[in-house]
């Protein structure tokens, strides 16, 4: 639920120069070139004191976990670091223009995925942290994420600066597009492997048109079967996932002999069986002809580290029949503080809502359910297919013009999802034809990139000195 509302009206429902004034006036307040400020003020939150807060709530055992991978590196410290940032950019300009937010829009949560027609499309797919707040939020998370991994890649201040330019471009000049667009036309754009070849093909090299190539046979790889022959094994004429502990803990090795597993495993299927109410009806007729047949605690992501995950194994017509279902916690977005509660009645209501209204198209066995735990507290969870023709960049791997390009594809990607909930119109209207916006984006990007690296190196002093516990896995 999106809030575009002026005076107890929808600005969606006014005339298009009505909607472009409206943005054209949010300059007088927001500067474009005032994007590029951030500096952080003497109350600035402690950022391991976020950290901590985060982790109260999660899985004890696996915290070490989340905060060995967070030290790896300042990118791997910035994609566990989204409420710090959220906490941030709380204090910047913001032109009052609101959009569905990803929440969390940093470089590798773009990413190939599958349609439910069997296409191969290029999309966002991370929404833990989704809620309606400033587009500039997910934008600028994107531009700093992009200075901190060509940073990790060794790439110079220009060759950085180029990134988030033909990134922040790519965006301003989307937006213009879909602003002359009408509003189905909108509702229908999606970028498939083919649109993205035929728009970003030639601003590759002929090495970085062969990687993609690559790509797209990896991400086609990379399905139900794939990781059925991965993380299954067969015991005593049982279909079982195998263990590989602690990322993968089968519930048989959590919970020995304490007679609560058989208490987790009824909750697990109570939320499986439940959770069909938020999916489609032909859908849910679908996975109603799958059993339960196994499932296991996983450890997900970086900054995801110490929710709870499950992983669910269902077999169909036999058992070589698989669908692979994870069910992952929701808890309030880190938005949530500084661009208000949700609209929704639970948190992976939020997640689904947030996932169905950016994506083009989405996993047709997204949904979401709340259920109590053997601790007698009720958590909320969404629903998805655990692999479905997915690949994620190696933003290691990127040379400056593949980043660049691929940047510029993000930004794309991002003005998409943006225009399908926010007035893009407006949006448009205020962004402007020139590069104002672009240049300010440099500039936040890089001082943002250094705020991170500060912030980064904080954590691993903590580590150091035993003041946080640290594991790795």
Same mark, same amino acid.
């Given at each position: 639920m999106?809030?575009?509302?002026?005076?107890?009206?929808?600005?969606?429902?006014?005339?298009?120069?009505?909607?472009?004034?409206?943005?054209?006036?949010?300059?007088?307040?927001?500067?474009?070139?005032?994007?590029?400020? *951030?500096?952080?003020?003497?109350?600035?939150?402690?950022?391991?004191?976020?950290?901590?807060?985060?982790?109260?709530?999660?899985?004890?055992?696996? $915290?070490?976990?989340?905060?060995?991978?967070?030290?790896?590196? /300042?990118?791997? *410290?910035?994609?566990?670091?989204?409420?710090?940032?959220?906490?941030?950019?709380?204090?910047?300009?913001?032109t009052g223009l609101r959009t569905q937010l990803c929440g969390d829009a940093h470089m590798l949560n773009f990413r190939l995925l599958a349609s439910p027609e069997r296409r191969l499309m290029f999309d966002i797919n991370d929404f833990d942290e989704t809620l309606p707040g400033p587009w500039e939020w997910d934008v600028k998370r994107l531009a700093a994420s992009l200075v901190i991994a060509g940073r990790a890649n060794g790439f110079s201040t220009k060759e950085r600066a180029r990134i988030v330019r033909a990134t922040v471009r790519s965006y301003r000049e989307s937006m213009r597009s879909f602003a002359g667009l009408g509003n189905l036309a909108v509702?229908?754009?999606?970028?498939?492997?083919?649109?993205?070849?035929?728009?970003?093909?030639?601003?590759?090299?002929?090495?970085?048109?062969?990687?993609?190539?690559?790509?797209?046979t990896k991400a086609l790889s990379h399905d139900t079967l794939q990781v059925f022959?991965?993380?299954?094994? $067969?015991?005593?004429?049982?279909?079982?996932?195998?263990?590989?502990?602690?990322?993968?803990?089968?519930?048989?090795?959590?919970?020995?002999?304490?007679?609560?597993?058989?208490?987790?495993?009824?909750?697990?299927?109570?939320?499986?069986?439940?959770?069909?109410?938020?999916?489609?009806?032909?859908?849910?007729?679908?996975?109603?002809?799958?059993?339960?047949?196994?499932?296991?605690?996983?450890?997900?992501?970086?900054?995801?580290?110490?929710?709870?995950?499950?992983? $669910?194994?269902?077999?169909?017509?036999?058992?070589?029949? /698989?669908?692979?279902?994870?069910?992952?916690?929701a808890d309030e977005s880190v938005l949530a503080p500084f661009a208000g509660v949700s609209a929704y009645r639970t948190q992976g209501e939020r997640v689904?809502?947030?996932?169905?209204?950016?994506?083009?198209?989405?996993?047709?066995?997204?949904?979401?359910?709340? $259920?109590?735990?053997?601790?007698?507290?009720?958590?909320?969870?969404y629903v998805r297919q655990l692999r479905d023709w997915k690949w994620v960049a190696v933003a290691e791997d990127m040379v400056p013009r593949g980043m660049r390009t691929f940047g510029a594809l993000c930004g794309a990607t991002l003005a998409r999802a943006h225009a399908r909930s926010g007035d893009r119109i407006a949006i448009a209207a205020y962004l402007g034809g020139g590069d104002s916006f672009d240049r300010a984006l440099v500039t936040f990007a890089e001082q943002y990139a250094d705020q991170n690296e500060r912030d980064h190196e904080a954590l691993v002093t903590a580590v150091k000195e035993g003041r946080l516990p640290a594991e790795e896995a």
């Open positions: 999106t809030e575009n509302h002026l005076d107890g009206h929808d600005v969606r429902h006014r005339a298009p120069k009505e909607r472009a004034a409206l943005g054209k006036a949010a300059r007088a307040t927001a500067p474009r070139s005032s994007h590029a400020e *951030f500096t952080p003020g003497p109350k600035r939150p402690d950022p391991l004191k976020i950290i901590e807060k985060q982790s109260a709530t999660r899985l004890p055992g696996l $915290v070490p976990i989340r905060y060995s991978r967070m030290s790896e590196s /300042p990118f791997r *410290f910035y994609r566990g670091a989204a409420a710090i940032m959220a906490s941030d950019l709380a204090n910047t300009p913001t509702w229908y754009a999606q970028f498939d492997v083919g649109w993205v070849r035929d728009r970003f093909g030639a601003d590759l090299s002929a090495r970085g048109r062969e990687r993609w190539a690559q790509a797209v022959d991965k993380l299954t094994h $067969v015991v005593d004429g049982r279909r079982l996932i195998a263990p590989d502990p602690p990322l993968i803990t089968r519930l048989d090795d959590l919970l020995p002999g304490e007679g609560r597993g058989g208490d987790v495993e009824k909750g697990i299927r109570r939320l499986i069986e439940r959770y069909g109410q938020s999916i489609q009806s032909d859908r849910r007729y679908l996975l109603e002809q799958y059993r339960v047949a196994d499932m296991a605690r996983k450890v997900v992501g970086v900054g995801s580290v110490g929710t709870r995950c499950w992983i $669910v194994l269902l077999l169909g017509k036999d058992d070589e029949d /698989p669908l692979f279902l994870q069910a992952k916690e689904v809502a947030g996932q169905r209204l950016m994506q083009a198209t989405s996993d047709i066995f997204l949904g979401w359910e709340r $259920v109590e735990g053997i601790d007698g507290r009720r958590r909320d969870f």
